[in-house]
């Protein structure tokens, strides 16, 4: 059946776990080498759960009865030989449901009420309170029971007008956009607000998340589901119909929640679906493509999208061929095509992070490593020296020389005072630093937002309100560059005067990396102003919904802030964990000096085989440094080995 998206995410599965396992082994063996300090420690650590935990996120967007369920059954659940997601005519997938493996929980279906969105907890805040969801158990091997379980994300409730008004599916202001009523005057409403599943799937433990999301209205309704989890998916496909093209409420859709800049619009990615509609036995092969072609087109100008961002695509028959192996329906279905592009698209841009993420390890690694080897071949050049010059000496030459080190030890003793104060003057900045990225001073910069989007009524002047907090929010970001480039810079002035005085070969670390921090804010303002449009005027109106998206809006920026934290920390680790290795060398070298002489004074036949001991320890250390580079050689190569393009040119071959 050729090459699958599925195989794909496979093999990069299997890549992250064997590199993560290299990553491993090389910490032990640096540790085994003492060349392992707490910050390169956590560092190898961090790259190494980065690897093997890394998700790729994959959001699917449409309007009711686009085929959405069934493209989700037709690329990843097809081995199941039956759908697995519910799909059949009308309206299937009632509430947003995520699809994922968490290996420390169950597998299960957790669902949330619909209920919840009468009061304002965010869906973050939610998702921790587990007694809030109905949780059933599922079976990963029992196809039949894993889609009868499923089935419960279709179910509805039949509420009255002011009870769907009070839960955000009626708006007495768009009528146009409210539910039947049926002839009891009651309302048709999900009655979930939310679905996670957690199931033990090949795909989903190897690290892929998909997030099925239904139609216009109940994207509205969750502004987390908007500016939150949307903006984070690594890709996110918009289903239309072939036969309709883009219809009113596609286009709402797409403009008031997905459209993009052309800096990340290869994160959005558009099927045609239901090409098999435009079939017709009357007309020549030639006739039906030209007419699927004209439908990609106009929908690729009508959203902004050059037509290869457009995918015309059959689920229906790409499932069936698959279940019936049919390989000449397959390639009639363009499924193939559509894998392609979800596998250059997402797997190779993660590829690529991953790849950057393990290049920039390497080169600290190395970097940290090479200055704790330096130091080390210095400090047995210098006893090498210092042993040579004693040969043919008497007791007395030999007794100065220990009273010589002792007194370079009480020197380097009596600068314990001045690092300290390095140390104090050091914490300092950085805790004034850490103050600006704070929850405490996001709390203070949000204040006149939250009040703004608290106020009754329509919040006319919400859009200002925004634009002010993120200029100020933007502003931090360059303050705390600032200032990380002051304390850069005075432990740049503080390490250079330490190498001088003592011989160390201490470097500071480059400072983190705030410029992704400050293009991630860009992120979360453009989605929200997004979703300030008009059609979700209204909502806005609305003290419970405002509520919520006040409540989106501070998770998704206490995240952003927690993680800008972390980069700082990190950095001040690493600057702190370089001065005390060389520290610890430096007290360790005044013993081993100190010990070499008292042996040397005791015997004559010390002095030789002291001599000899340096000698083996310098060819050790020259060992040591070439294994090293090897091992990061080898593990740059293997991420190198998981090429961005080994999708695209295998998927072309089987095309």
């Not at 957690?198 to 994207?219: E, M, R, S």
């Not at 999208?305 to 329906?329: F, M, R, W, Y």
């Not at 929010?473 to 360059?478: T, W, Y």
Request: proline letters at 4%; a neutral charge.
């Amino acid at each position: 059946m050729g090459t699958t998206f599925s195989s794909h995410l496979d093999q990069h599965g299997a890549w992250r776990r064997d590199f993560a396992a290299r990553l491993k082994q090389l910490a032990d063996w640096m540790r085994e080498q003492d060349l392992l300090d707490d910050s390169l420690a956590e560092r190898l650590r961090n790259l190494e759960q980065q690897v093997r935990t890394d998700k790729v996120m994959l959001a699917f967007v449409a309007e009711f009865s686009r085929g959405k369920s069934e493209l989700i059954n037709a690329i990843f659940f097809a081995s199941y030989k039956r759908r697995i997601m519910p799909a059949s005519a009308g309206r299937t997938t009632m509430c947003p449901t995520e699809l994922g493996w968490d290996a420390e929980l169950p597998a299960c279906l957790r669902l949330l009420p619909i209920e919840t969105r009468l009061h304002p907890q965010a869906l973050s805040e939610w998702r921790l309170l587990s007694d809030a969801w109905e949780q059933l158990p599922l079976d990963a091997k029992d196809p039949a029971q894993l889609a009868a379980a499923l089935q419960k994300v279709v179910e509805v409730r039949h509420v009255t007008q002011d009870e769907a008004r009070a839960l955000g599916f009626w708006h007495d202001d768009a009528p146009q956009d409210n539910p039947r009523v049926d002839a009891d005057g009651l309302v048709e409403v999900p009655r979930w607000r939310h679905a996670l599943i957690n199931l033990a799937h090949p795909l989903l433990k190897q690290g892929l998340v998909i997030l099925d999301t239904p139609g216009l209205n109940a994207i509205g309704a969750e502004p987390e589901l908007t500016v939150n989890l949307l903006p984070q998916a690594h890709a996110v496909v918009f289903i239309l119909a072939a036969d309709a093209g883009v219809t009113r409420s596609d286009l709402a859709i797409w403009r008031e929640h997905l459209a993009v800049g052309a800096d990340a619009s290869d994160t959005r990615l558009v099927v045609l679906n239901k090409i098999d509609t435009l079939w017709d036995a009357l007309s020549t092969p030639e006739q039906v493509q030209a007419q699927i072609d004209r439908q990609r087109a106009t929908s690729a100008d009508i959203l902004g999208l050059p037509a290869s961002c457009v995918i015309p695509v059959s689920a229906q028959k790409g499932l069936v061929a698959k279940v019936t192996n049919d390989t000449e329906l397959l390639m009639a279905s363009n499924l193939p095509a559509l894998e392609l592009a979800l596998a250059q698209g997402t797997l190779s841009h993660r590829q690529r992070i991953l790849r950057g993420a393990v290049a920039s390890g390497m080169a600290d690694l190395r970097t940290a490593s090479a200055h704790a080897l330096h130091a080390r071949r210095r400090e047995l050049a210098e006893q090498m020296v210092e042993l040579k010059g004693l040969r043919g000496k008497n007791t007395a030459v030999i007794r100065h020389m220990q009273a010589r080190i002792e007194q370079e030890q009480r020197d380097f003793s009596a600068s314990a005072a001045r690092i300290h104060a390095i140390r104090s003057i050091h914490l300092k900045l950085l805790r004034e630093l850490l103050e600006v990225l704070g929850s405490a001073h996001l709390r203070t910069e949000m204040a006149e937002l939250t009040a703004a989007l608290r106020q009754p009524g329509i919040k006319l002047g919400v859009r200002g309100a925004y634009a002010q907090t993120f200029q100020r929010l933007r502003a931090n970001v360059v303050r705390a560059r600032s200032m990380g480039a002051e304390i850069h810079s005075m432990l740049e002035s503080a390490f250079q005067q330490l190498n001088t005085e003592h011989g160390f070969s201490l470097q500071v670390p480059k400072e983190p990396g705030l410029e992704r921090f400050g293009a991630d804010l860009d992120l979360v303002e453009r989605s929200h102003m997004q979703y300030l449009g008009v059609g979700n005027v209204l909502r806005m109106a609305q003290p419970a919904f405002a509520e919520r998206v006040v409540r989106a809006l501070t998770a998704r920026l206490r995240a952003l802030h927690e993680g800008a934290l972390g980069e700082v920390e990190a950095w001040n680790k690493s600057a702190a964990a370089q001065l005390d290795a060389q520290l610890r060398e430096r007290r360790r070298n005044f013993t081993r000096r100190l010990e070499a002489v008292e042996r040397i004074e005791q015997a004559a036949a010390g002095l030789d085989e002291r001599i000899s001991e340096i000698a083996a320890q310098e060819t050790r250390l020259e060992a040591v440094s070439r294994r090293l580079a090897e091992l990061t050689s080898e593990l740059l190569d293997s991420s190198r080995s998981a090429h961005p393009d080994a999708a695209q040119q295998a998927l072309q071959k089987t095309a």
